[in-house]
């Protein structure tokens, strides 16, 4: 190498280092290469310039190259053998481009190193031969000793600024309990880091309306392999579009608890990953899937804390001894507010038929029900289980119900399914199975009250009721009676005796008896309907009582019962039937009313008996 080659080597050389900066925000690749063949170009009167790589010396400096493959950088997989074909083309990657003119191809290597790449130059035919083969020696030595500084330069300057990112990312992430806010740190430290990406969070559950987050809902039925891989595996997964030109990496999104969803990053041409790339962003979205895990955690134990209070709150009010009507009424009111149900409805299982308890809302109330709720018996008897159909309509159960939603559970009573608790929604799928298992609870609390409320109610009705007629008893005349004239304008008493009921007994015997007074307390509780009050008096008397009730409407109803007795009895009985009044304007008292309908019936029966007199 002559004197004059020698020191355009050197004058390279001072015009390649003189331009690496120690600023981080002037740190790329790409300026460096750019640098580079402009100094050729202008040293060495070049015409065309392209530099390319060898993927072998990517494996150590990946990380510098991955975003960088422009115009003015290739890789290509070796320099020999079928690259150079004789139509004068290098491969790049899969796609082969024409070298033109380029007459000199130089190879980048040290003394002792081994190749990294190749530079393809465009010479005039006289400029070609102006160098010696140990001048395009010391050059290549040059540009090698160029690259590979700055090469490990911007590999420390890459790994400084990956800490950075994860620094800053780590800190959103402990400092802020907003899923978005570091799902939005570290796309832009992606984006940041690797500008020529584009990005997209697939998530298989998420709900927002944030417009700055990429954001997809992951499709089950995706057909991409790589990506449905990377999901069900929770690994990496790496795919080279040829067709299109790109490459998709697959990152998935992996908490304690499983795989939230899939980060997507997209190249427009096919890349060289390494494993420190591959390593960082697999830590970004393991720091985005633990704030997406923490979300769901943290509103997940939110919501148990709201449903505890709910159960707590509903199970508080069940124990305040609620009568039936009361205790169907307030669950109603908090399962259609909790649920958003269309219909709420608690039906008790009958000897013949169902008995919808009232609070229960209107639907129940309509005969349409009637074909809907031999199909929960059925159910509950066969299954013996909880009911939950999410599209009513598709199962064919019962034609033309309107609702598709559908939760019930049984009332339990000792074991034995009294009856049953039945939530619905027009809409399909309107309840989630959360919300299923809420409704589970409520209703065995629920269930709980209503059969202790069942036993309570039957016991205060055995208390206050005949056993034989199942008219009330005598006591709870009294203080009805003693209560309506203190609080009521006027009432009517009727007294009612059996006439011959002892021939009855002597003919026929005391259990042929016990029928005939239980045929008379159904009439009289029929005919006095839920207005009247019918009371057992003692052996075969019964007294009726009247609130807010004249003295002609009560001799009418007595007289209709004398006739009703007379018709429907077997064997044929008659009865006589004494009336009295009450009204405030005069003053009275519960005895005296007595009296007034015993002397009634003593004239009912001294006059041929089978009739009603009154006396007011």
């Known amino acids: 190498m ?17 331009h690496i900066h120690i600023r981080e925000d002037q740190m790329t690749l790409e300026e460096h290469i750019q640098r580079l ?9 070049v015409k065309y310039v392209r530099f390319f790589v060898f993927k072998d010396f990517l494996k150590n400096h990946e990380q510098v190259f991955l975003s960088y493959i422009t115009n003015s950088l290739s890789v290509i997989n070796d320099w020999k053998g079928k690259r150079w074909s004789h139509e004068q083309k290098v491969y790049v990657i899969d796609s082969p481009i024409r070298v033109g003119e380029c007459k000199k191809g130089l190879l980048l290597r040290g003394k002792k190193g081994p190749e990294i790449g190749m530079m393809l130059f465009s010479f005039g035919h006289e400029e070609i031969r102006r160098f010696s083969n140990d001048f395009w020696e010391h050059l290549s030595n040059a540009i090698y000793q160029f690259l590979l500084g700055s090469i490990e330069l911007l590999g420390v300057l890459s790994e400084k600024r990956r800490y950075q990112k994860l620094q800053r990312v780590t800190n959103e992430f402990y400092s802020s309990m907003d899923m978005e806010k570091v799902l939005e740190e570290v796309m832009q430290s992606l984006k940041e880091m690797y500008p020529s990406f584009s990005y997209q969070l697939l998530l298989s559950n ?6 700055r987050l990429p954001i997809q809902y992951l499709d089950y039925t995706e057909q991409n392999t790589a990506l ?3 999901f069900l595996s929770g690994e990496f997964r790496m795919e080279d579009d040829r067709r299109k030109k790109r490459s998709n990496l697959y990152f998935p999104m992996k908490g304690k608890q499983g795989v939230y969803g899939v980060l997507q990053i997209t190249a427009n041409e096919s890349i060289v990953i390494g494993h420190q790339d591959i390593e960082f962003i697999s830590i970004l979205a393991q720091t985005a899937s633990n704030a997406i895990e923490n979300a769901h955690l943290y509103q997940q134990s939110k919501k148990l804390i709201q449903e505890l209070q709910l159960v707590m709150k509903i199970s508080q009010q069940l124990n305040s001894n609620l009568h039936l009507a009361d205790i169907v009424k307030y669950i109603v009111k908090e399962v259609k507010h909790s649920f958003h149900a269309d219909e709420v409805g608690f039906v008790l299982k009958q000897t013949e038929g169902f008995t919808v308890l009232s609070g229960s809302t209107k639907y129940f109330f309509q005969k349409k029900i009637e074909e809907f709720l031999p199909f929960v018996e059925t159910f509950f008897q066969t299954k013996k289980d909880s009911l939950f159909i999410g599209h009513f309509s598709q199962t064919n159960y019962v034609k033309n119900f309107p609702y598709n939603s559908l939760m019930a559970e049984p009332i339990r009573q000792e074991g034995k399914i009294i009856g049953f608790a039945i939530c619905l929604h027009r809409n399909p799928y309107h309840f989630s199975f959360e919300s299923f298992k809420l409704y589970q609870s409520i209703t065995h609390h629920t269930s709980l009250a209503l059969s202790n409320t069942l036993f309570r109610e039957e016991l205060e009705r055995l208390v206050i009721t005949d056993y034989l007629t199942k008219l009330y008893s005598r006591n709870f005349l009294d203080e009805q009676l003693k209560q309506s004239m203190e609080k009521d304008d006027c009432g009517a008493f009727l007294l009612i005796d059996i006439d011959d009921f002892k021939s009855i007994n002597d003919t026929y015997g005391h259990q042929v008896g016990d029928e005939v007074l239980i045929q008379i307390a159904n009439i009289i509780l029929k005919t006095i309907g839920p207005s009247g009050i019918g009371a057992r008096w003692g052996g075969e008397e019964i007294v009726i009582y009247l609130p807010n009730q004249s003295l002609d409407y009560a001799l009418k109803l007595a007289e209709n019962i004398v006739f009703l007795t007379k018709m429907e009895t077997n064997p044929k009985v008659t009865i006589s039937c004494g009336v009295s009044f009450w009204t405030k304007e005069r003053e009275d008292h519960p005895l005296k009313l007595f009296k007034r309908a015993d002397e009634a019936l003593y004239m009912a029966k001294n006059r041929g008996k089978n009739r009603a007199l009154a006396y007011g």
Not at 2 to 15: D, G
Not at 206 to 211: A, E, K, L, P
């Open 37 to 45: 063949m402009d100094v050729i170009r202008t040293e060495l009167s």
């Open 206 to 211: 998420y709900n927002s309306n944030n417009n």
């Open 228 to 230: 449905m891989d990377s």
């Open 2 to 18: 002559n004197r004059n080659e020698e020191f355009v080597v050197l004058k390279i050389k001072n015009r390649m280092f003189e």
